[in-house]
């Protein structure tokens, strides 16, 4: 008996060969340099290139993959027991009978805190913009795209789902349409009970203060100690969205507190910065922008363990009461072990985007 070498990948349940092409690309941002965490321009980007790509001279609509908080995108090529990572599932889609064909690119938008919640901020970096003006001209550029926005599609869960609803909103100049899964909406559901939880944290970790969990979390990093998200996560990721929606802009890099930190009882004038980025209250604000999407697409689990059916509903309210046009589900399932979802929402993307 012996052993011996042989060409190729092993196949399934590990990697496989796939029908279409996988590209992993490093980019260097202009829009990046130099941001207030200090996190680097240099980021990862894959690009998923369907069969029968290039085949052709015609030109494919583009859907845009973020990742929830503490994603970044490399772990996209995780894989859970007995299922395919989330490349292989979108090979899977883009192989089969009745899914119209299109480029699938996977965005980097991680920082120190965790997260950038894809929007711009003093105190993280201009994120949206990265996104908007420097990813999406790139792609056009170094593929065989339809560069309209009526042919692109952005979509994520969680902090993913949050920026697939924000952004087109913001930038409907760029995004034609959207997929939300659990999106982070209706803040006082989702965000307003995690106060009370962080302060607990840091009075009996962390003396009471974020800078001596700042100091420490930077040390633990450093020294790659194992992440504990009950100790570390939650005061982390309540501190990467105060980064974002209330930045100290005096203070680039730091972050104003919706709460006080010794009895978690809000700071009203911080809380309402807040509440005006929750997708909830903006979409009255921006009905023309979400009026004009070709498709929007919301789902969450009705276990969705922070409660965030709950805010999808609440969007999907704001956007029937204004009038847009949308499709609205709820599963059964929690906030996680849910990429399952993510096929279904790619499928509705591209066939719409194709036509």
């Not at 796939?18 to 980019?27: I, K, M, N, R, Y």
């Not at 995690?194 to 840091?202: T, Y």
């Not at 990093?221 to 980064?243: K, L, N, S, T």
């Amino acid at each position: 008996m012996s052993l011996k070498e042989v060409e190729g990948l092993p196949g399934v349940p590990w990697a496989r060969e796939l029908t279409g092409t996988f590209e992993q690309l490093v980019v260097e941002s202009e829009l990046l340099a130099g941001n207030p965490l200090g996190d680097s321009p240099r980021r990862p980007l894959y690009v998923y290139l369907p069969p029968g790509y290039g085949d052709s001279a015609g030109r494919y609509p583009v859907i845009y993959v973020i990742q929830g908080y503490t994603g970044q995108v490399d772990m996209w090529l995780g894989r859970s027991p007995f299922e395919p990572n989330m490349v292989e599932r979108v090979d899977d889609l883009f192989s089969g009978v009745g899914t119209r064909r299109a480029i699938v690119v996977f965005v980097d938008a991680w920082t120190s805190y965790g997260g950038s919640q894809f929007i711009n901020s003093v105190s993280t970096g201009p994120y949206m913009d990265y996104l908007c003006d420097e990813v999406v001209p790139f792609i056009d550029a170094r593929y065989a795209t339809a560069p309209d926005r009526d042919r692109r599609g952005l979509t994520g869960k969680s902090s993913g789902g949050y920026g697939a609803m924000v952004v087109p909103m913001l930038r409907p100049d760029v995004f034609g349409a959207f997929a939300s899964h659990a999106g982070d909406a209706l803040f006082e559901v989702c965000c307003l009970p995690e106060f009370r939880d962080v302060v607990r944290i840091l009075r009996d970790h962390f003396d009471g203060s974020y800078d001596v969990f700042l100091e420490r979390f930077r040390t633990r990093v450093e020294q790659a100690e194992r992440f504990d998200f009950e100790r570390w996560g939650h005061p982390m990721e309540i501190y990467a969205c105060a980064a974002c929606y209330s930045p100290d802009t005096a203070n680039p890099g730091k972050a104003l507190l919706p709460f006080e930190l010794d009895t978690g009882r809000l700071v009203p004038e911080v809380w309402e910065q807040w509440l005006a980025w929750d997708p909830v209250r903006m979409a009255p604000e921006r009905l023309d922008a979400l009026k004009s999407m070709r498709l929007i697409w919301l789902d969450a689990g009705n276990r969705d363990e922070p409660f965030l059916d709950l805010g999808a509903q609440a969007f999907s309210n704001e956007l029937t009461k204004g009038g847009v046009e949308h499709s609205f589900e709820l599963f059964d399932g929690g906030h996680m072990g849910i990429a399952y979802r993510y096929p279904v929402a790619l499928k509705a993307l591209a066939d719409t985007l194709a036509t």
